[in-house]
T-cell receptor, first 113, second 113 residues
Framework: KAGVTQTPRYLIKTRGQQVTLSCSPI?????VSWYQQTPGQGLQFLFE???????NKGNFPGRFSGRQFSNSRSEMNVSTLELGDSALYLC????????????FGSGTRLTVV | KQEVTQIPAALSVPEGENLVLNCSFT??????LQWFRQDPGKGLTSLLL?????REQTSGRLNASLDKSSGRSTLYIAASQPGDSATYLC????????????FGRGTSLIVHP
C-alpha cells in the first residue's frame, strides 16, 4: 500500500515569506501529526489533526498553523518565516487510536535564508 | 510529565556484534512503545510496536522487549551490519494520555566494516 507522502521534499525560502507543506496519509488513516526536527532540539510536536479537527497542539507560535481536509490530507503553513524555522518537517499518519503506531513520511527539508 | 531517555547517545561498533539499545521512561502507565530508525535527512521508519500487554516483539534480527514496572525497553540487534548504521528512536504513548507519544533523543549507531 502507498506510504505517507510529503511534498515538496525540499524548499528554500526567504525570511518573511510564508510556506505551505503537504502530507497525504496512508489510506484509511484519519490522524495526521506534524513534527519539527532540528539537530539541537530533536523531534518537537507541532499539532495533530483527526477527522478535520485539531485534536492536540504543541508549544509553537501562532505562525505555525495547519488544517486537514475531508480526505485526511493535511497541510501545514508557516507565516513570516524566520531563520530558526529551518528544519526537517515530518508528518506521521495513523488511525488515531491509542493502540496505533505512527507511520512517518520522508519529510520536507525547509531552509530559510 | 513523561520523560524518555535513550542511552547511549552514540555507539560505534565493528560489524558482527550483537547490540543492545536502551530506552527508559519515567511513567510506567504506558499504552505502547514504538521503535524507529532514521537515516540522515530522512523520515522515521517504524521497526517494532509493542503494546503494554506484550513483553517483546521480534522482526528479523531485531528484538524489542518491554518491562513496564522498571520503565525500560531494550532493542536488541543481532549480528550488526554496516547497513544498520542510523539513529534509533523510541516513542512512548501514555495510557489515558493525549495520544501524542513522547520521543527519546535517539541513539546514533555506526557499524563499521
Amino acid at each position: 500500500k502507498a506510504g505517507v507522502t510529503q511534498t515538496p521534499r525540499y524548499l528554500i525560502k526567504t525570511r518573511g515569506q510564508q510556506v505551505t507543506l503537504s502530507c497525504s496519509p496512508i489510506s484509511g488513516h484519519r490522524s495526521v501529526s506534524w513534527y519539527q526536527q532540528t539537530p539541537g532540539q530533536g523531534l518537537q510536536f507541532l499539532f495533530e489533526y483527526f477527522s478535520e479537527t485539531q485534536r492536540n497542539k504543541g508549544n509553537f507560535p501562532g505562525r505555525f498553523s495547519g488544517r486537514q481536509f475531508s480526505n485526511s490530507r493535511s497541510e501545514m503553513n508557516v507565516s513570516t518565516l524566520e531563520l530558526g524555522d529551518s528544519a526537517l518537517y515530518l508528518c506521521a499518519s495513523s488511525f488515531g487510536t491509542l493502540g496505533d503506531g505512527y507511520t512517518f513520511g520522508s519529510g520536507t527539508r525547509l531552509t530559510v535564508v | 510529565k513523561q520523560e524518555v531517555t535513550q542511552i547511549p547517545a552514540a555507539l560505534s561498533v565493528p560489524e558482527g556484534e550483537n547490540l543492545v539499545l536502551n530506552c527508559s521512561f519515567t511513567d510506567s502507565a504506558i499504552y505502547n512503545l514504538q521503535w524507529f530508525r532514521q537515516d540522515p535527512g530522512k523520515g522515521l521508519t517504524s521497526l517494532l510496536l509493542i503494546q503494554s500487554s506484550q513483553r517483546e516483539q521480534t522482526s528479523g534480527r531485531l528484538n524489542a522487549s518491554l518491562d513496564k514496572s522498571s520503565g525500560r525497553s531494550t532493542l536488541y540487534i543481532a549480528a550488526s551490519q554496516p547497513g544498520d548504521s542510523a539513529t534509533y528512536l523510541c516513542a512512548v504513548r501514555l495510557a489515558g494520555g493525549s495520544y501524542i507519544p513522547t520521543f527519546g533523543r535517539g541513539t546514533s549507531l555506526i557499524v563499521h566494516p
